[in-house]
């Protein structure tokens, strides 16, 4: 069943994938904007305090980053396992 | 030309602009008109995308709560972008390979059973008109300022022209009239806000002019407003938390599972060419969010900072002590915007301790050496009550800006209120009529009853989300976020187990998606009142307000999704698993080669 064992890596790797995205997408906001907040407005971004920040700006601009990363990414996978559209 | 002029000038403009558009696109072909998306760019597509999702809670409420809640306010600006990362990743790639047009119909689908499709519906339909009653509020406030009327009558009138916007329907499936809305909002949106950041800062970034110094002085201005702020009693700025830590990453999260719940934004992924764009267009659509949801954490500490500057001069840019007598304005010299807010009766001016003069204070601080300075230079209580809904369009007003910025951003409220109403009653319609009439009640019924059972649907749904906004459970983007912990404890994790689970089967699903709405509904139910009619709340049968680990009712949804996931996988457990050619199907979702233009269109 080669079929089946490609469709597994596939699904492995693309899991692979959203699994370390997770983790930054869910450190950005949850952990340095949120849990974490008070230690890091210790830390100054110019006149923003930086949990604030995080909090308030520097997480909504990673999660773009995140998203482009994802498609581009997944893109390769697709690829490398020949199961891309056309 | 006054003012009054101006605003109408600009909102007839807008009007016509939209309509203009609707028309000289309906003249091109028909298949245009309809494969919404599907020879657009993405990057348009992520424009129209932006315009739809962007609503009276973003545009008119977001940045007048953030203005009142300070750094506890991330909470809608994380919320409500983050979830774009869950869309993008675990959704929106999978149902566009599904190829179905809507979220009942994939999980009709998935877990091979019509109870689950109707059940998705109810989902469905609680939490769009709870998200339509918070887009009603919104809609008053504009209205009534605009037209210089109570929020009431603002509301009514309101409800007329989101009618007569959705049934006129078509324009909704127009992209390019929503890009023109989303260009109209945008601008609407940053042009007062970089004339507010270049008077405060010097800087014309919002973005960057909130991380900047007071021109003048070299304090910076977050530093300014946490101290003027802890002068007047209120929590300090940039550290106050809605509650709890706990509380606040709760109702995050709830914001950010029930975006990628919600089903008016997931049906914009199905019309996409590929699975391939599905994936970038996610990222786009956040792309042109983001210059909303940026600018406003600067536009709500600017409105703060420039309402405690009319309020008590002097106080923010020549450090007077707001104890002064004679610090606080008079009442008689207020500036006008306050005369024209105090018609809509949104902004309210009570003479406590009758010195003729504004004391704008936190009387409920908690500071008792706070309290005794009060106490002592006279004041007896608050006597300014803003409703926060009314910051950011009252705020080109606060800062003196010219009369045409404050036109353009009443026709930027009115456009965002007006799109993403229009949208949701479109997935309340197709709900109805598509999913339930004629999938399951009556499958023979003709295009034309079809039709006509979406336009009064559309219609019930108006009149019953327009008379609970009259009494609204919160301000719009309060009650929007009860919408969002609706759909993130009935829809998303059906529809993530549907595609990262094979095994699950129709009874976990239908019995999570019940358990976690009804879970939900009971805890919100409890303190806005049953369907949310004031006078029905029975908050004694849970113990006290947010009695569950201090969690608001708007942050449950969290909670809600966490039973939902709990419970479909428990009765999966003990029940049979799901036919060969279901696991199989689930299989081919998750790969992208194979997909096809979508088809079952209504």
Request: glycine letters at 10%; a positive charge; proline letters at 5%.
């Given at each position: 069943m080669k079929e089946d064992d490609n469709s597994h890596a596939y699904w492995k790797a693309t899991i692979g994938l959203l699994t370390k995205i997770l983790i930054v997408w869910f450190v950005v906001s949850f952990g340095a904007g949120i849990l974490f907040a008070d230690l890091l407005n210790n830390i100054k971004l110019g006149g923003y305090p930086l949990g604030f920040w995080f909090a308030h700006q520097g997480s909504i601009y990673i999660f773009i980053v995140l998203i482009f990363y994802y498609a581009k990414k997944m893109n390769d996978i697709d690829r490398q396992f020949d199961v891309h559209e056309d | 030309m006054d003012l009054q002029t101006t605003i109408y000038i600009y909102v007839g403009l807008s009007f016509a602009l939209y309509i203009g558009i609707a028309i000289w696109a309906r003249a091109g072909s028909t298949s245009e008109f309809y494969a919404a998306g599907g020879s657009v760019h993405p990057v348009m597509n992520g424009m129209a995308t932006a315009a739809d999702w962007m609503s009276a809670a973003s545009f008119i409420s977001m940045a007048g709560l953030i203005s009142n809640m300070g750094y506890g306010g991330g909470l809608f600006l994380m919320g409500w972008t983050g979830g774009y990362v869950l869309l993008a990743m675990l959704l929106a790639p999978y149902l566009r390979k599904f190829g179905k047009f809507t979220v009942p119909q994939f999980i009709g689908d998935r877990f091979y059973s019509k109870s689950a499709s109707t059940v998705a519906v109810v989902c469905l339909l609680t939490a769009s008109i709870t998200y339509i009653i918070g887009q009603m509020t919104g809609v008053g406030v504009a209205f009534s300022r605009f037209l210089g009327v109570s929020s009431e009558v603002g509301i009514y009138v309101g409800m007329a022209i989101v009618f007569a916007y959705a049934v006129f329907g078509g324009m909704k499936g127009i992209t390019y009239t929503q890009v023109a809305q989303y260009i109209v909002l945008i601008l609407a949106y940053t042009i007062p806000a970089v004339f507010i950041s270049l008077q405060l800062t010097g800087n014309p970034v919002p973005q960057l002019g909130l991380g900047s110094s007071l021109v003048g002085q070299d304090i910076s201005l977050l530093a300014k407003l946490d101290q003027v702020v802890t002068d007047l009693g209120f929590g300090q700025y940039t550290t106050s938390l809605p509650g709890s830590t706990l509380n606040m990453f709760m109702y995050t999260l709830s914001l950010m599972i029930g975006t990628a719940g919600l089903p008016h934004v997931i049906m914009r992924f199905f019309t996409v060419p590929s699975v391939k764009d599905a994936r970038s267009s996610a990222g786009w659509a956040l792309v042109?969010?983001?210059?909303?949801?940026?600018?406003?954490?600067?536009?709500?500490?600017?409105?703060?900072?420039?309402?405690?500057?009319?309020?008590?001069?002097?106080?923010?840019?020549?450090?007077?002590?707001?104890?002064?007598?004679?610090?606080?304005?008079?009442?008689?010299?207020?500036?006008?915007?306050?005369?024209?807010?105090?018609?809509?009766?949104?902004?309210?001016?009570?003479?406590?301790?009758?010195?003729?003069?504004?004391?704008?204070y936190n009387d409920a601080s908690k500071n008792a050496d706070f309290q005794k300075r009060a106490a002592d230079a006279g004041w007896k209580g608050n006597e300014l009550s803003v409703n926060a809904d009314i910051i950011v369009l009252a705020n080109p007003e606060i800062a003196l800006l010219p009369n045409w910025v404050i036109a353009l951003v009443a026709a930027g409220g009115l456009a965002a209120a007006l799109s993403t109403a229009a949208g949701l009653l479109m997935a309340i319609s197709s709900a109805v009529s598509h999913d339930l009439v004629k999938g399951?009640?009556?499958?023979?019924?003709?295009?034309?009853?079809?039709?006509?059972?979406?336009?009064?649907?559309?219609?019930?749904?108006?009149?019953?989300?327009?008379?609970?906004?009259?009494?609204?459970?919160?301000?719009?983007?309060?009650?929007?976020?009860?919408?969002?912990?609706?759909?993130?404890?009935?829809?998303?994790?059906?529809?993530?187990?549907?595609?990262?689970?094979?095994?699950?089967?129709?009874?976990?699903a239908i019995a999570g998606m019940l358990s976690g709405l009804f879970v939900t509904l009971f805890y919100v139910f409890a303190h806005k009142g049953l369907f949310f009619v004031k006078g029905t709340e029975y908050l004694g049968l849970i113990g006290g307000p947010n009695s569950f680990f201090g969690i608001t009712p708007e942050a449950f949804g969290a909670v809600g999704a966490m039973v939902n996931f709990a419970v479909a996988f428990l009765v999966d457990k003990v029940t049979k698993e799901p036919p060969e050619h279901i696991q199989a199907m689930v299989e081919a979702v998750r790969i992208p080669r194979g997909s096809r233009a979508v088809d079952g269109a209504h």
């Open positions: - | 042109f969010i983001a210059i909303l949801y940026t600018t406003a954490p600067a536009v709500a500490a600017m409105a703060k900072t420039n309402l405690i500057r009319t309020v008590t001069p002097g106080v923010v840019m020549q450090n007077t002590n707001v104890f002064d007598k004679d610090v606080a304005i008079k009442y008689d010299e207020r500036p006008d915007w306050m005369k024209r807010w105090e018609k809509t009766g949104l902004l309210k001016f009570e003479d406590k301790n009758g010195d003729g003069r504004i004391q704008y399951i009640f009556a499958p023979n019924i003709s295009e034309k009853g079809e039709l006509m059972a979406g336009k009064i649907s559309m219609a019930v749904a108006i009149v019953i989300s327009g008379w609970l906004g009259l009494n609204p459970p919160g301000f719009a983007a309060g009650t929007v976020a009860l919408a969002f912990g609706i759909a993130a404890s009935s829809l998303f994790p059906a529809i993530m187990m549907g595609i990262f689970s094979k095994k699950m089967n129709k009874e976990g």
